[in-house]
């Protein structure tokens, strides 16, 4: 009888467990192009997010620390992190 308690507990806790979708991208800036161009066009698709109703949709930019061509991270290189609420949210937007 303990088991079954025990595993209904543990169900009933999944039902409140965080089910936050994530996708993370690699990107490299345009020739000409930098850090200050890519967040000026964030400010332009934050607004256009807020507007449709997604402002739980979270993006965020993600810098290199280290440089190594041999695996395709260059100065140029910046990661587009996208996140949601759930899977439906993320679908959504």
């Known amino acids: 009888m303990k088991k ?10 999944f039902q409140f ?5 994530t996708q993370m991208m690699s990107c490299q800036l345009q020739t000409g192009k930098t850090i200050l161009d890519l ?3 964030w ?6 997010s807020d507007k ?8 965020k930019v993600g810098l ?3 440089f ?4 395709g991270v260059t100065p140029e290189t910046v990661w587009m992190i996208h996140s949601s609420p ?5 679908g959504a937007a």
């Open 4 to 13: 079954w308690i025990l595993a209904g507990l543990l169900c009933l806790s």
């Open 17 to 21: 467990a965080s089910a936050e979708t």
């Open 39 to 41: 967040t000026a066009w």
């Open 43 to 48: 400010d332009k698709w934050r607004s256009i």
């Open 52 to 59: 449709a109703g997604f402002k739980d949709y979270k993006v």
């Open 64 to 66: 290199p620390h280290t």
């Open 68 to 71: 190594s061509p041999h695996q």
């Open 86 to 90: 759930s899977f439906d949210r993320y």
